[in-house]
């Protein structure tokens, strides 16, 4: 059903509490959040408030956890779909499920509109194995007309994400569409140390837990795989009928990570 596409203008309890690290997108990007929130303060001047935001980074970053982020400080609606759910999809399809999505999000706003692998709809010309060039083509200028179709003032914001802005249609980079860019890169060892933070505090630990040291053993984690890191850990412990999860299991779990990190990046092709 179209439901099972995108979150429906869903209430986020996310906040930038939950986004550690990132700082620099964090400053850039609260920007966005003062625009839902007081947008006269902007236009009173003359100026325009921007539609779109373009979060650029690897996948596991936090672009998604960011963009809910600003929905939940700004406390308005998000709505999201991924442009992967348009791969093989009957022609005519895309274009309308964007046209619905768009449709709402006019209904509710202010509101976020999140468009994760936006790649997925918005690539150049050609550039696009998985899925056919008219359906892609009819998506793609689905959405050039919605974000056309409203102005700043009106209160939606489009986020997108993508780990390869530079496949991506120059048509959707133009002012009045994806003007801004905000990098999200993998976070550094203090970066990966506030990060261990956040997915710690639920966790049982013992007392010899050093964080400093869980950063240093992980060089190149993304967020995502230092959340997966504190789970398996967890459970490791659990397993081994422990009470708490002490550095054993966090070294296991991390070089169980590795295992499948290696893995997935032998299974993976390399882009064109
Ligand atoms: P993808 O491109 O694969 O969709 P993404 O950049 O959108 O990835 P998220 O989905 O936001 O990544 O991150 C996945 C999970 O990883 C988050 O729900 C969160 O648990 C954790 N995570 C990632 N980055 C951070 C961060 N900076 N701070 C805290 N948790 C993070």
């Known amino acids: 059903s179209k439901a099972q596409l995108f979150e429906k203008g869903t209430k986020v309890n996310i906040t930038f509490n939950d986004v550690a690290g990132l700082d620099e997108a964090k400053v850039e990007i609260m920007e966005i ?64 499920r964007v046209r ?33 060039n008219d359906e892609r083509e009819n998506t793609l ?26 496949v991506l249609d120059a048509a959707l980079l133009r002012p009045g569409r994806f003007d801004r860019q905000i990098s999200i890169d993998i976070p550094d060892v203090k970066g990966r140390e506030k990060i261990f933070e956040v997915h710690l505090a639920p966790i049982k630990k013992s007392k010899n837990l050093d964080i400093h040291k869980l950063a240093l053993q992980t060089p190149g984690f993304a967020g995502a795989d230092i959340a997966n890191v504190c789970n398996e850990a967890a459970l490791i412990a659990a397993r081994n009928g422990k009470n708490e999860v002490d550095m054993q299991d966090f070294n296991d779990a991390i070089d169980r990570i590795i295992g499948g990190l290696e893995k997935k990046n032998k299974i993976i092709s390399p882009e064109e």
């Open 33 to 96: 959040v003062d625009f839902l929130k007081n947008p006269k303060k902007y236009t009173a001047l003359g100026g325009k408030i921007p539609k779109g935001a373009l979060l650029v980074g690897p996948p596991g970053t936090g672009k998604t956890l960011l963009a809910k982020a600003v929905a939940g400080e700004a406390q308005v609606p998000f709505f999201s779909m991924s442009g992967s759910d348009f791969v093989e999809m009957f022609v005519g399809v895309g274009a309308s």
């Open 100 to 132: 619905d999505l768009f449709k709402q999000a006019r209904e509710k706003a202010p509101c976020i509109v999140f468009i994760d692998e936006i790649d997925a709809i918005g690539r150049a010309r050609g550039k696009n194995m998985m899925m056919s």
């Open 141 to 166: 200028n689905q959405m050039l007309v919605e974000m056309d179709g409203f102005s700043g003032e009106s209160g939606i914001i489009v986020l997108a994400a993508t780990n390869r802005p530079d």
